[in-house]
């Protein structure tokens, strides 16, 4: 039987007890070092005392330490024979839509017939009090499975930009320990290396996420006996129906005497396939991302088990460095947009819409990939740590805490680490599991936008921390929303204004991708959708973004204005409607509506 969300959230929140209780305890600097009364707080060097160090391997995605800069994820697992970086972006997604779902879509008003002729059918089998009409009657389960159809399918959905294993022998090379320290992001791997003829010796790899440019670095000092290196590419394997899978990625490798170079591009239609168009055409909105990869030292290329494996073996022990970059459409025509603008608030402003048509040149991810890279890895691994390093140090310079409970503490400085990881500054906004994810993990529910509360929360903290940079890929979410949100308010329920839906993608398909009763049909979605847009202006007190949020503001109140409705008692009554988070049948009103239209 298919999980409900609460019983994956809950099973989500054990395995996330269970690593914190691998993580606590470590670092005794937490708990005994405290800033001198009458000193400044220097968040930097709080943040380091609260080190995540684990002495056990953590042999699963869930169990690995998580790095980023707001765009590029990593999720560094550490196996007593492999480290596993599992590398992802916020704008790498599997992106297809088929909107044929959309015809079938009722106006609001022969939705709620539908609902009484629901009701009309339970009773007269005797069960006046079913609750969920929508699927147990036959006359509403029809139109539940047509209007749900689009997004039953596997797509869209976060696109894994791949894994590099690092692979060593456990007999000769044997883990000791390993750290993530969240004042800089800097990844540490111990190790002890033994032979047959010489005295043990220790050896570490040390990786991070380039702040500026998203860049995966690895690098090592000493000599370490690797078995292999692999790069192995996100592959559909949904064999269901042949035109239901996205094309494979393309890679290539290339040597030299000092370094070897690996490449993956994966392309991205927009269309996806339906019944009446099985195959569709290449479109102007499909997308694309490059990955570019080099490696120190001498290296030969094996076979893998798939075609677009990349597998490649060290001549001799050898220190070496990775270097990986990531690049999609989106990233050029930002820089683009960057230069353009004249002005710091420009800069600030810059909004990209989900469906916009990338030229040419922008969609050229491999040549611009290949070009940075060697800029990138031109430079030796510790002056671009140390760069990315001061990076981190102007990010905690915004905000600082130390409190007597030291939990708590290490719980702010992990989490404001965490949001840095996944939010930026004109970045797409993440999606439900953020910007991790490695095959079918961190897709269930498309890691789609849920505007019942999951995407906002990611945002409450940022005002109070003095980040509030960090919510405008959010601002820009709602704006590429409104387009859709003013249609469905206009043809559906026939109001002025703007309802945002429940989920959406960051595609260029501009459907409701779930226009399913009762879900779909949440009116507090809208309020909530736009309450942190206020706030912003609350803390920020930034006139000129208030102008800018302004048209959205205003098509939500005029939509919440235009749905609520006088009733007999000479009150206004949001109706019908549905309860938060509960799928009961439409209500009167519901408490969380009136609330946060009051806030409103």
């Not at 996205?246 to 290539?252: A, C, S, Y």
Request: aromatic share 12%; net charge negative; proline share 7%.
């Amino acid at each position: 039987m298919e999980r409900t969300r609460r019983e994956f959230l809950q099973t989500s929140a054990l395995a996330s007890v269970a690593v914190a209780q691998r993580v606590r305890g470590t670092n005794a600097e937490a708990t005994t070092v405290s800033t001198p009364r009458g000193q400044p707080l220097d968040a930097f060097s709080i943040a380091g005392r609260h080190m995540m160090q684990w002495t056990l391997p953590g042999p699963s995605f869930f169990e690995g330490m998580l790095l980023g800069n707001g765009d590029v994820g990593v999720c560094a697992e550490v196996r007593p024979d492999a480290l596993g970086l599992h590398i992802a972006k916020s704008d790498c997604w599997d992106i297809r839509v088929s909107e044929d779902h959309m015809d079938s879509v009722l106006p609001f008003d022969e939705l709620l017939q539908l609902w009484e002729l629901a009701s009309e059918e339970a009773i007269r089998r005797g069960k006046p009090d079913m609750v969920y009409l929508e699927t147990e009657t036959d006359i509403f389960r029809q139109y539940t499975e047509r209007v749900s159809s689009s997004y039953n399918k596997k797509w869209p959905r976060p696109w894994s930009c791949g894994t590099i294993w690092i692979n060593w022998d456990p007999r000769w090379v044997r883990l000791k320990d390993y750290s993530l320290n969240p004042a800089n992001g800097l990844f540490q791997v111990n190790f002890d290396i033994h032979s047959l003829n010489a005295q043990p010796r220790s050896a570490r790899i040390s990786g991070f996420v380039d702040w500026a440019t998203g860049a995966v670095s690895v690098s090592t000092g000493d000599d370490i006996p690797l078995e292999s290196v692999f790069y192995i590419p996100a592959v559909d394997t949904d064999q269901a129906l042949d035109h239901a899978t996205l094309p494979p990625p393309k890679t290539t490798t290339s040597a030299d005497i000092n370094e070897i170079a690996f490449s993956c591009h994966q392309y991205f239609p927009a269309l996806g396939p339906t019944e009446a168009q099985p195959f569709p055409p290449k479109s102007d909105k499909d997308r694309n991302f490059s990955l570019k990869g080099r490696i120190t030292g001498g290296w030969t290329v094996d076979n893998g088990s798939r075609a677009t494996d990349v597998v490649l073996r060290p001549k001799a022990p050898q220190a070496f460095r990775i270097d990986a970059l990531i690049s999609t459409p989106r990233d050029l025509l930002l820089q683009k947009r960057e230069k353009e603008s004249s002005s710091d608030q420009q800069k600030d402003w810059i909004s990209i819409p989900q469906n916009i048509a990338y030229s040419p040149q922008e969609l050229d991810t491999a040549a611009y990939v290949d070009k940075e890279l060697k800029h990138f890895a031109a430079r030796g691994f510790q002056e671009v740590q140390k760069v990315s390093e001061n990076q981190w140090r102007d990010y905690w310079s915004r905000s600082a805490i130390e409190l007597e409970d030291k939990e708590l503490e290490r719980i702010w400085y992990h989490n404001q680490y965490f949001l840095a990881c996944c939010l930026r500054k004109h970045r797409t906004a993440p999606g439900l599991f953020a910007n991790w994810n490695d095959a079918d993990i961190g897709t269930a529910w498309h890691s789609d936008y849920h505007l019942d509360y999951n995407s906002q929360q990611v945002y409450w903290g940022v005002f109070s921390s003095n980040h509030p940079d960090m919510h405008l890929p959010y601002v820009e979410l709602c704006e590429n929303l409104m387009p859709l949100a003013e249609k469905f308010a206009k043809d559906k329920y026939k109001l002025p204004g703007a309802f945002f839906p429940l989920s959406s993608y960051p595609v260029p398909s501009q459907s409701v991708a779930y226009p399913v009763p009762p879900w779909g049909y949440q009116v507090s979605m809208t309020p909530w959708t736009v309450q942190s847009l206020w706030w912003h202006y609350l803390y920020t007190q930034d006139e000129d973004y208030l102008r800018r949020v302004y048209p959205v503001l205003r098509a939500a109140a005029e939509f919440l204005s235009a749905f609520a409705k006088k009733g007999p008692d000479n009150r206004y009554h949001i109706a019908p409607t549905v309860p938060q988070r509960t799928g009961d049948l439409p209500s009167i009103s519901a408490s969380t509506r009136i609330a946060l239209l009051i806030l409103h």
